[in-house]
């Protein structure tokens, strides 16, 4: 088979050169290799270990035992590890190629990151030891804390919460926490939410209770301070409002907005899942915010999953950090406590977002990411991902329609305005990208732009990177406006699954494997 000049096959993996389909007798294309279900691999009647005969001993659990089989297959460890591996190789990851995925910063995971996790002293520790025996682990947590404070400028962080949507969760409470020690939990009910929001903003500002009034945006795709000033009443509680925004623009009028909320009583939430886009360049608490959760999994190079749950901490301002949640650190000189129960506690904790004290695994990796790139390093890193992002809006901006003029933040956003009359939606466009070997860009996201796709590339792509993933978008881009609607309707036609029916796969998921 051909390759060209980046050492890609030039036929598709499943064609011959003389572009016929390959069937292979396996199933298996190539050295990949086709793989059933666990339970289609291992039977019921199979164990992948000898167990000893149980002894004859009287059950204690008094008639709850099971009497029948418990039905999961026996299988061996090679059978096992082959399964997951095999699994693996259908899937995209960030260790595999670029991930465009906008609103979501999937950066390089620092191997030093998974070194420095793994010492004992981090990975053999328990949230159930005597504190007296993890001072070290709380020191770190401490550490954490000091930066993440530094770098926002802000006075207080929560460490538990799981991911950004639970940091939401927290930073909202404390709001309502504060509003109800000032009692006005009844008479603020409203939260003012931008059009362009990511879904889990009016998700939690309901979860908390109160009602939800939409903020459209202007033409220039940031907030409309006209509309805004008709809505700051004595009855908004707070505004939740990310920054640079979800069309990868920054909020010029960040601080007029902080300031009209404050004069009305209310709070500003800040969804910091942007930051990469300026952290070491603007000080959050220079902007007027009162509570802001940072994704350690966006910002700070953590795994997006994989392995349980992640990070989502919360920066407080001075008016709510009384009201962080349980547990949390108190440093006594080179001691460290973690507070666990508010009788033991002289501020006002909300209550407790999850059994221990958020997620140590994430906190070293970190923690490992802020202390190898410095200060100076880590604005560095938020200059190159608004370098990347717009030298790719440059490049795609010959056949491409960006959503709004100008520069963007570290995140390029285009509406379908250039797959007019082709045939070709959006959808379409993005399953052809899988074909090229890309995980497809974030679709649809923002509403507030039709057919959006907003493209994310990060600070750790190369040029030679971006420069392939421009040319092949381009490439896309020019065959769609040439006819060739065929090529995106079919796709994706390499991929080792073609178009699924997600939204049945969401709404009626089959839970259980069922053997008939
Ligand atoms: C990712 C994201 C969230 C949610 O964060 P999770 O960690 O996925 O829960 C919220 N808002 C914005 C703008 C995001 O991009």
Same mark, same amino acid.
């Given at each position: 088979?051909?390759?060209?000049?980046?050492?890609?096959?030039?036929?598709?993996?499943?064609?011959?050169?003389?572009?016929?389909?390959?069937?292979?007798?396996?199933?298996?294309?190539?050295?990949?290799?086709?793989?059933?279900?666990?339970?289609?691999?291992?039977?019921?009647?199979?164990?992948?270990?000898?167990?000893?005969?149980?002894?004859?001993?009287?059950?204690?659990?008094?008639?709850?035992?099971?009497?029948?089989?418990?039905?999961?297959?026996?299988?061996?460890?090679?059978?096992?590890?082959?399964?997951?591996?095999?699994?693996?190789?259908?899937?995209?990851?960030?260790?595999?190629?670029?991930?465009?995925?906008?609103?979501?910063?999937?950066?390089?995971?620092?191997?030093?990151?998974?070194?420095?996790?793994?010492?004992?002293?981090?990975?053999?520790?328990?949230?159930?030891?005597?504190?007296?025996?993890?001072?070290?682990?709380?020191?770190?947590?401490?550490?954490?804390?000091?930066?993440?404070?530094?770098?926002?400028?802000?006075?207080?962080?929560?460490?538990?919460?799981?991911?950004?949507?639970?940091?939401?969760?927290?930073?909202?409470?404390?709001?309502?926490?504060?509003?109800?020690?000032?009692?006005?939990?009844?008479?603020?009910?409203?939260?003012?939410?931008?059009?362009?929001?990511?879904?889990?903003?009016?998700?939690?500002?309901?979860?908390?209770?109160?009602?939800?009034?939409?903020?459209?945006?202007?033409?220039?795709?940031?907030?409309?301070?006209?509309?805004?000033?008709?809505?700051?009443?004595?009855?908004?509680?707070?505004?939740?409002?990310?920054?640079?925004?979800?069309?990868?623009?920054?909020?010029?009028?960040?601080?007029?907005?902080?300031?009209?909320?404050?004069?009305?009583?209310?709070?500003?939430?800040?969804?910091?899942?942007?930051?990469?886009?300026?952290?070491?360049?603007?000080?959050?608490?220079?902007?007027?915010?009162?509570?802001?959760?940072?994704?350690?999994?966006?910002?700070?190079?953590?795994?997006?999953?994989?392995?349980? $749950?992640?990070?989502?901490?919360?920066?407080? +301002?001075?008016?709510?950090? /009384?009201?962080?949640? *349980?547990?949390?650190? !108190? %440093?006594?000189?080179?001691?460290?406590?973690?507070?666990?129960?508010?009788?033991?506690?002289?501020?006002?904790?909300?209550?407790?977002?999850?059994?221990?004290?958020?997620?140590?695994?994430?906190?070293?990796?970190?923690?490992?990411?802020?202390?190898?790139?410095?200060?100076?390093?880590?604005?560095?890193?938020?200059?190159?991902?608004?370098?990347?992002?717009?030298?790719?809006?440059?490049?795609?901006?010959?056949?491409?329609?960006?959503?709004?003029?100008?520069?963007?933040?570290?995140?390029?956003?285009?509406?379908?305005?250039?797959?007019?009359?082709?045939?070709?939606?959006?959808?379409?466009?993005?399953?052809?990208?899988?074909?090229?070997?890309?995980?497809?860009?974030?679709?649809?996201?923002?509403?507030?732009?039709?057919?959006?796709?907003?493209?994310? $590339?990060?600070?750790?792509?190369?040029?030679? +990177?971006?420069?392939?993933? /421009?040319?092949?978008? *381009?490439?896309?881009? !020019? %065959?769609?406006?040439?006819?060739?609607?065929?090529?995106?309707?079919?796709?994706?036609?390499?991929?080792?699954?073609?178009r699924l029916d997600e939204t049945r796969a969401a709404r009626s998921p089959v839970l259980r494997w069922a053997a008939d």
């Amino acid at each position: 088979m051909a390759m060209n000049s980046t050492g890609r096959p030039t036929a598709p993996a499943n064609q011959n050169d003389a572009g016929q389909d390959v069937k292979t007798f396996s199933g298996s294309r190539g050295l990949l290799q086709q793989e059933p279900l666990l339970h289609e691999v291992g039977g019921l009647e199979k164990c992948g270990v000898d167990f000893p005969p149980i002894p004859d001993c009287k059950s204690r659990l008094d008639g709850l035992e099971r009497d029948n089989k418990i039905g999961l297959p026996g299988l061996s460890e090679p059978e096992v590890l082959r399964h997951y591996v095999r699994l693996s190789q259908r899937n995209y990851a960030i260790d595999l190629g670029l991930y465009p995925l906008g609103s979501c910063t999937m950066k390089h995971n620092p191997r030093l990151n998974e070194k420095v996790v793994r010492l004992p002293g981090f990975a053999d520790i328990h949230p159930l030891q005597p504190q007296s025996t993890v001072q070290g682990a709380l020191a770190l947590m401490g550490e954490v804390s000091h930066w993440l404070m530094a770098i926002t400028g802000m006075d207080a962080v929560a460490l538990s919460p799981k991911a950004g949507a639970h940091g939401e969760w927290c930073g909202m409470m404390c709001i309502r926490e504060a509003l109800k020690d000032r009692g006005e939990v009844d008479t603020r009910r409203r939260v003012l939410v931008p059009e362009s929001a990511h879904g889990t903003n009016p998700a939690t500002a309901a979860a908390c209770g109160f009602e939800i009034d939409e903020l459209p945006a202007d033409v220039t795709g940031r907030v409309d301070m006209d509309v805004l000033r008709t809505k700051i009443g004595p009855d908004v509680a707070a505004i939740m409002l990310t920054n640079p925004n979800t069309c990868g623009l920054f909020e010029r009028d960040i601080c007029e907005i902080a300031d009209l909320v404050h004069e009305a009583g209310g709070y500003f939430y800040c969804d910091g899942a942007n930051l990469n886009a300026i952290m070491g360049k603007t000080r959050v608490r220079d902007l007027g915010v009162d509570a802001m959760h940072i994704n350690l999994h966006k910002t700070f190079s953590t795994p997006h999953g994989g392995g349980g $749950p992640g990070a989502g901490p919360v920066v407080l +301002s001075k008016r709510l950090s /009384a009201y962080a949640p *349980l547990p949390y650190l !108190k %440093a006594d000189g080179d001691s460290w406590t973690l507070v666990e129960d508010a009788a033991q506690s002289e501020a006002k904790p909300f209550g407790r977002m999850s059994a221990f004290h958020g997620q140590m695994g994430m906190f070293v990796r970190a923690l490992a990411y802020m202390m190898s790139h410095g200060a100076d390093g880590l604005r560095q890193v938020s200059e190159d991902a608004v370098l990347n992002a717009n030298y790719l809006l440059a490049c795609l901006s010959d056949e491409m329609s960006p959503a709004f003029d100008g520069a963007c933040m570290h995140e390029a956003l285009f509406d379908d305005a250039f797959l007019k009359d082709t045939g070709v939606t959006t959808l379409d466009f993005s399953k052809a990208m899988i074909d090229e070997g890309y995980h497809p860009m974030t679709m649809y996201f923002p509403l507030v732009v039709h057919g959006a796709m907003l493209i994310e $590339p990060t600070e750790t792509e190369s040029k030679e +990177s971006l420069d392939r993933f /421009a040319d092949t978008l *381009l490439a896309l881009a !020019k %065959a769609a406006k040439s006819g060739d609607r065929e090529r995106f309707v079919t796709a994706p036609v390499l991929a080792p699954l073609r178009r699924l029916d997600e939204t049945r796969a969401a709404r009626s998921p089959v839970l259980r494997w069922a053997a008939d």
